[in-house]
């Protein structure tokens, strides 16, 4: 079935520090979401985007969060800087359609802050 | 609280049982999925079932949208089976998906 690519799979940094997680969407897609899982919690949302914008996002996409796809490349996930809190498995999805239709998940990005 | 309810929260199956999750929704929904999450954390998806039954080999997903409920039927089950069962529910215009907290399916031989 269609593939969405998650680059790195696994990172870590300290405290502080820029992060960048690297998302490959389903290539026909249009609508692009972020969701984060601390290790033994619940999967959550964090954000979605379409066209270049933020559609909606929740209380965990903090100031520090921001998101984007230049020109077709890779949907982003920066956080800068980085906190303990932010420690978790980072999961990219796609979906052909806004209001309905299946998401497609990667395999998620590791989190590690120390 | 919870607009997605799991049950039951773990189980634990010999080889060759059947399991039959539920998944129960507070609110209104214009879809929902089935998702296998491996024990490393990465995600499969089972089903995109927004109303009716689905099944692929060993598994079938029913869901009842006006009754805001699923199910995830699981046939004869496998040791490979075991991990945790995630539903979620998409609402509103976003497609936004809301997560249940999972069941943990342990199947020993």
């Known amino acids: 079935g269609p593939k969405v690519l998650q680059i790195p799979s696994h990172q870590i940094i300290d405290m502080g520090q820029m992060v960048t997680l690297n998302c490959d969407p389903v290539s026909n897609h249009l609508y692009f979401y972020w969701y984060k899982q601390i290790l033994g919690q619940q999967m959550e949302f964090l954000v979605n985007f379409y066209n270049g914008k933020v559609m909606e996002k929740s209380k965990l996409f903090k100031d520090q969060f921001s998101v984007e796809r230049p020109d077709g490349s890779y949907f982003t996930l920066k956080i800068q800087p980085t906190a303990l809190e932010d420690s978790a498995v980072y999961f990219c999805?796609?979906?052909?359609?806004?209001?309905?239709?299946?998401?497609?998940f990667g395999e998620g990005s590791k989190l590690t802050v120390l | 609280g919870q607009q997605v309810q799991q049950s039951p929260t773990s189980l634990v199956l010999q080889e060759g049982e059947n399991a039959e999750l539920q998944c129960n929704f507070s609110t209104s929904l214009n879809s929902m999925q089935w998702f296998y999450q491996r024990p490393g954390g990465s995600l499969v998806s089972v089903f995109y079932?927004?109303?009716g039954t689905k099944q692929s080999g060993r598994l079938t997903s029913t869901t009842v949208i006006k009754e805001r409920r699923s199910s995830l039927h699981i046939s004869s089950s496998q040791i490979t089976d075991s991990g945790t069962y995630l539903c979620?529910?998409?609402?509103?215009?976003?497609?936004?998906?809301?997560f249940g907290q999972g069941t943990v399916l342990s199947v020993i031989p």
């Open positions: 999805a796609s979906s052909y359609q806004g209001n309905t239709g299946q998401l497609y």
């Open positions: 979620a529910m998409a609402t509103g215009g976003n497609n936004k998906l809301t």
């Open positions: 079932n927004p109303s």
